[in-house]
Nanobody, 123 residues
Framework: QVQLVESGGGLVQAGGSLRLSCVVSGRTFSSRAVGWFRQAPGKGREFVAAISWAGGAKDYADSVKGRFTISSDNAENTVHLQMNSLIPEDTAVYHC????????????????WGQGTQVTVSS
């Protein structure tokens, strides 16, 4: 059983920063990549960023490129999402996902999902 626990969300003013963390436990050897997705009120879940555990392959949605940075701490089975220059449109519940065999923007590529952490950006 794989479990993912997100943390680091909160309320921040526009222009501010937050750092999200996702701790992955369980059958972690079954996954080669971790992704972050977000879901704003009344909208579908969308891809934010993804990273491979080995080799450092990364991908970002165009809407966050240059502002967000994804990184991994393999020893701690943790993936971080550093979010800078936040804007109100970044307000959403952020979920991390695991179980993918490669870096992907498709939700169906990931088998395991965390409960999410709320990020609210005020204007």
């Amino acid at each position: 059983q794989v479990q993912l626990v997100e943390s680091g969300g909160g309320l921040v003013q526009a222009g501010g920063s937050l750092r999200l963390s996702c701790v992955v436990s369980g059958r972690t050897f079954s996954s080669r990549a971790v992704g972050w997705f977000r879901q704003a009120p009344g909208k579908g879940r969308e891809f934010v960023a993804a990273i491979s555990w080995a080799g450092g392959a990364k991908d970002y949605a165009d809407s966050v490129k240059g502002r967000f940075t994804i990184s991994s701490d393999n020893a701690e089975n943790t993936v971080h999402l550093q979010m800078n220059s936040l804007i109100p449109e970044d307000t959403a519940v952020y979920h991390c996902a695991s179980g993918a065999q490669y870096v992907s923007r498709r939700q169906g590529t990931y088998n395991y999902w965390g409960q999410g952490t709320q990020v609210t950006v005020s204007s």
